[in-house]
């Protein structure tokens, strides 16, 4: 077999087994996270003041979301 050919088969049956294996995960779940209207950037957040920063926290991609703790609670 040729490289070409051995590297073609070999991204079909990752293909295959990655679309197998993640097929539970919601990828729009992830992107809403980082990318919802609920969020705001870093260059955002520092543009609020401290009593408004108490009011979001940092997600896992480095933007920020309302609390859903007391905080977040109380002022909703």
């Keep these: ?3 070409k050919r051995t590297r073609g088969a070999t991204l079909v049956v ?7 294996l993640f097929q539970g995960c ?5 992107l809403d996270d980082c990318y919802g209207e609920n969020t705001i ?3 955002a957040y520092e543009d609020l003041n401290a009593l408004e920063r108490l009011l979001y926290e940092e997600n896992w991609c480095g ?3 309302r609390e859903s703790g007391f905080l ?3 002022f909703d």
């Design 14 to 20: 990752m293909l295959g087994f990655g679309s197998f």
């Design 72 to 74: 977040g609670d109380l």
């Design 41 to 43: 950037s870093s260059s």
């Design 1 to 3: 077999m040729s490289m």
């Design 63 to 65: 933007r920020y979301t």
């Design 26 to 30: 919601p990828v729009t779940g992830l």
